[in-house]
């Protein structure tokens, strides 16, 4: 339905920041980025993948992992099919495979942070911070 490619990540010094970029493209006309939300999950080395943040249809709505500290800014531009994620301060514990996924939805509240819900996934994007 919607196939997602990741963009910017990199090696980057500790304190520093990235922007990911999530590009979006869609199969059918029904189903629109605008219609997806979407969301962005990490997976550091060892460890399980997480829900990072989520940004509904309608941009109002975001949502971030409780155990963030804040650093995270998830946001979307429908007009260009992309959706973004900014890090700032990051940390070496921030060392991960960044991916980003989507789900198509009807609601503008619609949240998940279970990876298992979304049937569209990017391939990633590696970030790695060095101290």
């Known amino acids: 339905q919607v196939q997602l490619v990741e963009s910017g990540g990199g090696l980057v010094q500790a304190g520093g920041s990235l922007r990911l970029s999530c590009a979006a493209s869609?199969?059918?006309?029904?189903?629109?980025?605008?219609?997806?939300?979407v969301a962005w999950f990490r997976q550091a080395p060892g460890k399980e993948r997480e829900f990072v943040a989520g940004i509904s249809r309608s941009p109002g709505n975001l949502h971030y992992a409780d155990s963030l500290e804040g650093r995270f800014t998830i946001s979307r531009d429908n007009a260009k099919n992309t959706a973004y994620l900014l890090i700032d301060n990051l940390k070496p514990e921030d060392t991960a495979i960044y991916y980003c996924?989507?789900?198509?939805?009807?609601?503008?509240?619609?949240?998940?942070?279970?990876?298992?819900?979304?049937?569209?996934w990017g391939q990633g994007t590696q970030v790695t911070v060095s101290s």
């Open positions: 996924a989507a789900h198509w939805t009807s609601s503008s509240t619609y949240l998940s942070t279970d990876q298992n819900h979304y049937g569209s």
């Open positions: 869609t199969t059918f006309s029904r189903y629109v980025f605008s219609s997806y939300y």
